[in-house]
């Protein structure tokens, strides 16, 4: 008897799944308000270099300005820069007899603000750009703050997918709580920009627990029949969390009580722990036959499923575990010494990069589009549900290989077109951005659950700590790209497209995996030959067929 066979005795999806989800729901809504974050935490309000005080007789504040402010080619004044001198007005005698000589001439030199920055605290009250005038020269290290967060996450990927499969889901799940919980607290008090680039890369790092346990966690416990339904309803917290930012961002303008407010609700999440269930599969790879008795017997009781002592005892619990259990440690390189998994796993990783890079890319850049920042983030999480509906039927009727690689088409295609679209036309580019969001979110949640269904359970948390890593590497270089805009304003969205087009086609040399059971073994992905044509394949295990 295998573990599905096991599963269907105790109920593969009943209250205590649904429990399970609403459980792991708060990491998932967590997630984005943390990922996002840099859409306000980091937000550059409008600004220009400090000027002397305006004196008393002298009302014409524009006036006054250009005096003082160079013009930019499109005509606005200069954010980064001011005259040398202030230029000679007409009509005016406003330096009176005290001008130097530069000055009387009028000269037109130029220097960066001497006396730093005056900012616009209509929108924002306080930002760490206005914090630390993160502006113009420094306008890099602004953005490199959601670089070294997605850096700590992809460093997180690794250990959390290598110590969740050695120590439990549970465990690590409680260290990922704590630790974002230290890591926010700590980094809302930051005193500096070293201080604070430092502590937000931990905290990515103790966020990327979530992103590597939840999903595994949730479908260890469910059957075939309802994983897509699961996993596309669990998706739906990541949207919640998306516009819920957009809500507290908009109540809450100054970034340390906005940090404090997305990091408290571990508080609840530590608390919650005590009624989640470990994987009774992990366990069973691990030979722990008493715990997952008493699991299994839990889920069964919930589920009101009258359950045998015959049908559930620890002996047939070793012949289980018997053909499951792991013979040594998971190890990265198991993920690459036999073929089948190889492929997977390289395949996976093109995919994962290109779905983070485009999403984040999309995600954290919101300028350019015709409404204030509150709005597109709003309106970027609301296109986010319909694509859950997208997904949600696609994968059960044309499977999880096609709708991977027709979403991340979809997300190129929306890139491609903005590049056709000329500035002006705001509200077409503004359209295609919400297309592509809703894509790009497809993908996304496609992409998650499908690489879960496709590595066996004594490697799935390594693959996917891996799959991650690499994802969160672009996720870390999609901020940086849009710096290229200095080289060529086209470049960062041809990137974008570009990067979509490569990971759309990458996907579709994945092997199919709907209405299939999870894998247990590496020997039961590997009796699978390597695919050589796009048909679907089946699992040789038992099909479940909805």
């Known amino acids: 008897m295998g573990f599905e066979e096991l599963l269907d005795q105790v109920g593969g999806f009943g209250p205590f799944q649904l429990r399970n989800v609403v459980l792991l729901a708060l990491p998932r809504i967590l997630m984005p308000m943390h990922f996002l974050l840099p859409i306000f935490l980091a937000a550059v309000p409008a600004h220009r270099c400090a000027l002397p005080d305006t004196p008393v007789n002298f009302s014409h504040q524009d006036t006054w300005l ?66 630390w005038d993160l502006v113009c020269e420094q306008k890099g290290l602004n953005r490199a703050i959601s670089t070294f967060f997605f850096a700590g996450v992809m460093v997180g990927a690794v250990a959390f997918g290598y110590l969740s499969d050695r120590f439990g889901r549970r465990r690590l799940l409680l260290v990922a709580y704590v630790s974002t919980l230290a890591m926010g607290l700590a980094s809302a008090a930051s005193v500096s920009y070293i201080m604070f680039a430092i502590i937000r890369t931990l905290t990515g790092t103790a966020l990327a627990g979530f992103t590597i346990i939840v999903m595994p966690l949730e479908l260890e416990w469910l059957d075939v029949e309802h994983r897509t339904v699961a996993g596309v309803l669990s998706s739906t917290f990541w949207t919640g969390g998306v516009m819920l930012l957009a809500l507290v961002g908009y109540l809450i303008r100054d970034w340390r009580w906005l940090l ?38 839990c889920c069964a009781r919930l589920n009101g499923r009258p359950v045998g002592e015959d049908s559930l005892s620890l002996e047939e619990l070793s012949k289980v575990a018997a053909a499951e259990r792991v013979v040594r440690r998971p190890s990265y390189l198991d993920l690459f010494r036999s073929p089948r998994l190889r492929h997977i796993s390289l395949c996976c990783m093109v995919v994962w990069f290109a779905v983070n890079f485009s999403y984040y890319g999309l995600s954290l850049d919101l300028s350019g589009l015709g409404l204030n920042v509150y709005q597109t983030q709003l309106l970027f999480g609301a296109v986010e549900l319909p694509s859950k509906v997208l997904v949600y039927f696609s994968v059960r009727h044309a499977g999880r290989r096609l709708t991977a690689a027709g979403t991340l088409l979809g997300s190129a295609l929306a890139f491609g077109t903005r590049l056709l679209v000329s500035s002006e036309m705001v509200s077409w580019s ?26 066996p359970t004594a490697l799935r948390q390594t693959g996917m700590g891996l799959t991650a890593l690499v994802g969160r590497l672009g996720g870390s270089l999609a901020p940086l790209v849009v710096l290229l805009d200095g080289v060529w304003l086209s470049l ?17 040399l994945l092997p199919e995996t709907r209405q299939a059971q999870l894998p247990e073994t590496i020997q039961d992905v590997e009796r699978k030959s390597a695919p050589s044509s796009l048909q679907e394949e089946q699992m040789p295990m038992k099909q479940v067929h909805e």
């Open 260 to 297: 404090l407010t997305v990091t408290l609700p571990c508080v609840p999440g530590i608390l919650s722990l005590w009624w989640v269930p470990e994987s009774a599969r992990w366990l069973l790879t691990q030979g722990r036959l008493e715990e997952a008795h008493r699991y299994l017997l």
């Open 66 to 131: 250009e005096a003082y402010l160079p013009r930019e080619p499109d005509g606005s004044l200069s954010s980064c820069l001011r005259f040398t001198y202030p230029q000679v007005l007409p009509n005016t005698t406003l330096w009176g007899e005290r001008q130097s000589r530069g000055e009387q001439q009028g000269e037109t030199s130029t220097v960066p603000c001497p006396q730093g920055w005056e900012y616009d605290h209509s929108e924002f009250s306080s930002t760490i750009a206005t914090e």
């Open 430 to 455: 503004t359209t295609l951005a919400v297309i592509g969001k809703g894509f790009s979110e497809a993908a996304f949640t496609t992409v998650y659950l499908f690489t879960s269904e496709l590595y």
């Open 492 to 508: 960062p969205k041809l990137t974008y497209g570009g990067i979509a087009l490569l990971a759309a086609g990458t996907a579709l």
